[in-house]
């Protein structure tokens, strides 16, 4: 009895010494550097990483729930948007969406706006979008499809847009653009409220049955840049109100008679077909254009990681290069930066590594794993 008692005695003073430790301690927040073009994120599990490109670093990371897909960067206003949603048992019980705010210098969760608990966890970029330097829209599936609006300026909800068989959210104009399964693109306009103004389609431009659009896309120069399962690419834009689609080329010529920029002549490349979770990227300052690509297999292996990367020049619609992965290593998604030098940013099995995009030299690697890589800027 008496061991017993000196025991809990014991415990007690451990215990007690271990909380005034504790409670000596005080915190403190340590100031991310000022960002440029090169840098960018990477998302891993329930974590953005904010990665200098230019130095090969994490300088910041980004607390976000179990379910955000991705993040919005407004970066001349200092913040940076994600979504998610959160149990009130943290995998399961009551649900919350929130759009998530967060300040760039410090890297820390600062705001909250509270969202119908209907948005997607589809993980990829198109899933949130900043309207008009005043909205972010998100998209949800329950499964019926509509987009979420919160005021970033107020941080309040805003509404719901009904939008059937249409997904994602791709702002231009006065308002976004989202990909439909009819194989058109629906552009919706917003007042400065956030209410609905205008509504259009494009013409059908592909069949989902046959040879569909991804539902992810890249921007390009005053529009989107959209590219189907069989390597066509369109250009997508909004003009006086009405969605515009050039006619597409392709990323997979079937001709042995055509050279890339250094007099290689190209094979037939039937057999190689565009992959991987961000199987595309572009450069509207360059005109360069990345694909993830993998050889043999369909369309039932979209998204199965590539072996290359390759480089076209988007004025001439030739192949500049061919990027290899050494030895067993595959790639699932691309990413390039929007300045005039831009960076190539690959993520692969074991990290991501860093290009220089005009020539594909490769300048660095990192160990820091993810698999949705995004502009800051």
Known sequence: MFQRMVLILGLLLIHGVANAQWDSITGGTTTVPETNAHWFSLRGGNTA??????????????????????????????????????????????????????????????GEIELPPKSAGIGHSGMIGLIKEKFIGVWNITPAMSVSLANIQSNEFVGEIATPGCAAVYPTAEGFLMPCGD??????????????TDRARSRVFFDVMVDPVYDYAVPAGEGWMFVSLEGLVYEVTVEAGQVVVSEPWTI?????????????????????????????????????F???????????????????????????????????????????????????????????????????ARTGRKLRSMDVSGSLIQNLH
Do not use: C
């Open 49 to 110: 990483f904010l990665v200098d490109g230019d130095a090969g670093v994490v300088k910041g990371t980004l607390a976000l729930s179990r379910f955000s897909p991705a993040i919005s960067s407004h970066i001349s206003q200092g913040k940076i948007y994600s979504y998610g949603s959160f149990y009130s048992r943290d995998v399961y019980g009551d649900r919350t969406d929130m759009v998530l705010i967060y300040d760039v210098p410090t890297a820390s969760p600062i």
């Open 183 to 196: 194989g058109t693109i629906q552009y919706i306009a917003l007042s400065d409220d956030g209410e609905e």
């Open 252 to 288: 997979n010529v079937a001709s042995d008679d055509l050279a890339d920029i250094n007099g290689v002549k190209r094979n037939d490349d039937d057999d190689w077909r565009i992959g991987g979770r961000q199987p595309f990227a572009y450069n509207a300052a360059t005109g360069l």
């Open 290 to 356: 990345m694909a993830v690509m993998k050889k043999g297999g369909g369309q039932e292996l979209f998204e199965k990681p590539g072996t290359e990367v390759w480089a076209f020049n988007m004025n001439t619609k030739r192949r500049g290069y061919r990027l290899k992965m050494e030895g067993e290593d595959t790639v699932s998604s691309v990413q390039l930066t929007p300045d005039a030098d831009p960076l190539l940013v690959i993520a692969t099995g074991d990290g991501i590594t860093i290009h220089e």
